[in-house]
């Protein structure tokens, strides 16, 4: 299993709202723990900072889609390894030479 980015999850499963940032979203609520935190409401509210967010990030495709906040993790961060990810070249098994054929020898 690979991590792949926070934001990249939740661009996977809801896609992506073009021209707006979760600065102006609903779903990016503001929490105070000595410093100041952004949370999104729909990827989860945990007090861990593997759920700190960035107003930056590009909007995902529950922007401004209003939901009551949750502690847990909404979505999974993980993908399977077989599952080829964007920008990853595949090559099939069959296009390498196996090595553990006996090798002939000459003479
Ligand atoms: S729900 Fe809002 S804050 Fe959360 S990732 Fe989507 S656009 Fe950003």
Redesign the pocket.
Known sequence: MSIIKK?EA?HKQ?GI?DG?K?GD?V??IERQYGNKYFK????GMSCSTSTD?AKK?Q??G????EVTPDKHRAISIRVPENEIMDGQIKIPLDSFERCDKPQEVEG
């Open positions: 934001i939740m809801y709202t707006k979760c979203c779903n990016l999104c409401a729909v990827y967010w990030y909007a995902c529950m922007f401004n889609v």
